[in-house]
Every structure is written in C-alpha cells, then in structure tokens.
C-alpha cells in the first residue's frame, strides 16, 4: 500500500495526540507547495491516509504541517505548529511520518 500516514503521540501526557490538524503538501517544479491531503488525528492519535483520494504519490519533496497550537488551545506551548519536510524517492512504498510531541519540544522519524 503506497501512500502518506502519520501518528501523533503526546510525549507529556504518554497518550495519543487526538484531534491535531494535519496538511500535507507536494513542491511543485516552480518550488510552490501545494495541498495534496489532510485530515484530523483520530481517538489514536493517527491518520491512516493523508493523501486526498483524487491524488497519488509521487517522487519529489513533500511536507507535512501538524497545526498543534490548536491542540494545546488553554496550555502554555512553544510551536504554534510543526512543518517535517522530506522526500519522496519511491512512491510504491508506504511513507508513515510520525511526530512526537510536547509543548516545548517534538521529534520525528521515518516510520514503517
């Protein structure tokens, strides 16, 4: 299954981010992004396919914005929101873009 899925956890709670706003997005050949996807993070902090379903994966660069200012709404927080940028080279292969979370800091990694 080819396509662009993420995971949201929340480091400081060590449960499921639910309910962060997601954008994902493709560079263009004039180095314009333009949205390709998107969703909201379910019950488990994950959305299985951000791709819209009228698009497919291609190679290039692509990047993924996690809007957590509205998620920590009420909290003191640090990063109004979060943008991994990264490359596409194989298209056939599934891309899971995961992202670690707490008001003050994030981290992530090429999951599987």
Same mark, same amino acid.
């Given at each position: 299954? %080819?396509?662009? !899925?993420?995971?949201?956890?929340?480091?400081?709670?060590? $449960?499921p981010?639910?309910?962060?706003?997601?954008?994902?997005?493709?560079? %263009? !050949? !004039?180095?314009? =992004?333009?949205?390709?996807?998107?969703?909201?993070?379910?019950?488990?902090? &994950?959305?299985?396919?951000?791709?819209?379903? %009228?698009?497919?994966?291609?190679?290039?660069?692509?990047? /993924?914005?996690?809007?957590?200012?509205? @998620? =920590?709404?009420?909290?003191?927080?640090f @990063?109004?929101?979060?943008? /991994?940028?990264?490359?596409?080279?194989?298209p !056939? &292969?599934?891309?899971?873009?995961? $992202?670690?979370?707490?008001? @003050?800091?994030?981290t992530? @990694?090429?999951?599987?």
């Open positions: 299954m %080819s396509g662009i !899925s993420t995971h949201v956890l929340d480091t400081a709670k060590g $449960l981010a639910q309910g962060v706003r997601v954008v994902l997005e493709r560079e %263009s !050949s !004039s180095g314009r =992004f333009f949205e390709i996807g998107g969703g909201t993070t379910d019950s488990n902090g &994950r959305i299985a396919q951000l791709l819209d379903g %009228s698009e497919q994966l291609e190679t290039g660069v692509h990047r /993924v914005i996690f809007f957590v200012a509205e @998620y =920590f709404k009420g909290q003191e927080s @990063y109004p929101e979060v943008t /991994v940028l990264f490359e596409v080279r194989e !056939s &292969r599934h891309h899971h873009v995961p $992202l670690l979370l707490s008001p @003050y800091g994030y992530t @990694y090429r999951g599987s």
